[in-house]
């Protein structure tokens, strides 16, 4: 499934801050599982730093609510104050390209905040395509007949399934940069949700 709204594979010579982030500590996961925390955080990164008051304007929630958000999304390491203003006027960025993590953890604690986090996901995706249906007829004719949905079902081992997921997420990959660098975003790009579940 595909709408216009944010998106792997890295190598340890990358930059952290280009990574995809593999969460394994259940407190990394329960902190993200919030729907505010995480409509900062595609904020951020499609529009770069923003500070606390913005956020909250964009996302109707106070300030100081938005403050408190932010600061327990530095806490865990997902934003990090970026230069200039102070106080609530100091603006924030997006640290790293995107999390992954495993459902089965080690430990029933970090199983359940995992299964949390997949959840508040799978939402965010399901409400990102109803956002879409309701607004669809807002957006011009090549974006209509671009987007798409598919829905198959197959035979495939558990390996062939891996695989699969695994070159989605490489074809993804390609565009990863442009989420965070507004540099790379070639002329007409709109942001795009990709949604895919297995």
Same mark, same amino acid.
């Given at each position: 499934?595909?709408?216009?709204?944010?998106?792997?594979?890295?190598?340890?010579?990358?930059?952290?801050?280009?990574?995809?982030?593999q969460?394994?500590?259940?407190?990394?996961?329960?902190?993200?599982?919030?729907? *505010?925390?995480?409509? #900062?955080?595609?904020?951020?990164?499609?529009?770069?730093? =923003?500070?606390?008051?913005?956020?909250?304007d964009?996302?109707?929630?106070?300030?100081?609510?938005?403050?408190f958000?932010?600061?327990?999304?530095?806490?865990?390491?997902?934003?990090?104050?970026?230069?200039?203003?102070?106080?609530?006027?100091?603006?924030?960025?997006?640290?790293?390209?995107?999390?992954?993590?495993? *459902?089965?953890?080690?430990?029933?604690?970090?199983?359940? #905040?995992a299964?949390? =986090? #997949?959840?508040?996901?799978?939402?965010?995706?399901?409400?990102?395509?109803? $956002?879409? $249906?309701?607004?669809?007829?807002?957006?011009?004719?090549?974006?209509?007949? #671009?987007?798409?949905?598919?829905?198959?079902?197959?035979?495939?081992?558990?390996?062939?399934?891996?695989?699969?997921?695994e070159?989605?997420?490489?074809?993804?990959?390609?565009?990863?940069?442009?989420?965070?660098?507004?540099?790379?975003?070639?002329?007409?790009?709109?942001?795009?949700?990709?949604? *895919? *579940?297995?």
């Amino acid at each position: 499934m595909t709408t216009p709204s944010e998106p792997s594979t890295t190598t340890a010579d990358e930059p952290p801050k280009r990574q995809r982030r593999q969460l394994t500590d259940a407190k990394e996961m329960r902190a993200l599982a919030h729907p *505010i925390r995480v409509a #900062a955080l595609e904020l951020l990164s499609r529009e770069g730093p =923003l500070t606390a008051t913005q956020l909250g304007d964009i996302l109707d929630e106070s300030p100081a609510n938005m403050s408190f958000h932010l600061r327990t999304l530095a806490r865990h390491g997902f934003v990090e104050e970026a230069p200039g203003g102070t106080g609530r006027e100091r603006p924030w960025c997006r640290v790293g390209i995107g999390n992954s993590f495993e *459902i089965d953890g080690e430990d029933a604690a970090t199983t359940s #905040a995992a299964v949390g =986090l #997949a959840r508040n996901m799978a939402q965010r995706a399901f409400d990102r395509r109803n $956002e879409w $249906e309701l607004t669809r007829s807002g957006y011009g004719r090549e974006w209509r007949d #671009a987007s798409f949905e598919c829905f198959t079902t197959t035979y495939l081992t558990a390996d062939e399934l891996r695989e699969m997921g695994e070159e989605m997420t490489r074809l993804l990959d390609r565009y990863a940069d442009r989420a965070t660098d507004r540099g790379l975003r070639p002329h007409g790009a709109m942001p795009v949700t990709v949604a *895919i *579940i297995r």
